[in-house]
Antibody
Framework: QVQLQESGPGLVKPSQTLSLTCTVS??????????WNWIRQSPGKGLEWIGY???????YFNPSLKSRLTMSVDRSKNQFSLKLKSVTAADTAVYYC??????????????WGQGTVVTVSS | EIVMTQSPATLSVFPGERVTLSCRAS??????LAWYQQKPGQAPRLLIY???TRATGVPLRFSGGGSGTEFTLTISGLQSEDFAVYYC?????????FGQGTKVEIK
């Protein structure tokens, strides 16, 4: 069973960059068998898909966040990362790393990390 | 983007009852619809994908249906562990979008 674990600062100051890492472990499938996503959840906006990165480094972002987003993958460490710049209080949320199968066609989000709370405040 | 609207916001039901949750999409699509269950302090859990296929380990009392712009999740014989918030999500087009959730609470 693949497991995902988010890590990163729980508090970020306004206008700074939010940085999170997700570590992938376990399971019989390879990292290249999945798309690795970030999804956030806040009381105000509910669940919001942020974007994904594939094992190859290909990315696709939510247009609403695209201008502030960077994602990267470290294959040697089985990790993928998110950077969101110029944060405001509206970026306060629980951030989840989430996997979905990279099969032909489309797939639902079937592997979720436990989530990490990020608060944007001075 | 496709806007997903769930109704009702809250359902109060007795254990053992059958409930049906609704999810409406702002644009039509065929089957790329998922349902998730979320309990307090936990991440969402995939229940149903492709509108009607149960994910691994999901009990038979959960069933999904619909296509186009109208989708449903039915829980037959609510158990105590089923009281939670349920979200629908489309993965037909980008960006992927979620409904705002339906809370199923004990009456």
């Amino acid at each position: 069973q693949v497991q995902l674990q988010e890590s990163g600062p729980g508090l970020v100051k306004p206008s700074q960059t939010l940085s999170l890492t997700c570590t992938v472990s376990g399971g019989s499938k390879r990292s290249s068998d999945y798309y690795w996503n970030w999804i956030r959840q806040s009381p105000g906006k509910g669940l919001e898909w942020i974007g994904y990165i594939y094992y190859s480094g290909n990315t696709y972002f939510n247009p609403s966040l695209k201008s502030r987003l960077t994602m990267s993958v470290d294959r040697s460490k089985n990790q993928f990362s998110l950077k969101l710049k110029s944060v405001t209080a509206a970026d306060t949320a629980v951030y989840y790393c989430v996997g979905n199968i990279a099969a032909p066609g489309r797939s639902a989000f079937d592997i979720w990390g436990q989530g990490t709370v990020v608060t944007v405040s001075s | 983007e496709i806007v997903m609207t769930q109704s009702p916001a809250t359902l109060s039901v007795f254990p053992g009852e059958r409930v049906t949750l609704s999810c409406r999409a702002s644009q039509s699509f065929s089957r790329y619809l998922a349902w998730y269950q979320q309990k307090p302090g936990q991440a969402p859990r995939l229940l149903i994908y492709d509108a009607s296929t149960r994910a691994t380990g999901v009990p038979l009392r959960f069933s999904g249906g619909g296509s186009g712009t109208e989708f449903t999740l039915t829980i037959s014989g609510l158990q105590s562990e089923d009281f939670a918030v349920y979200y629908c999500q489309q993965y037909d087009t980008w960006p992927r979008t979620f409904g705002q959730g339906t809370k199923v609470e004990i009456k």
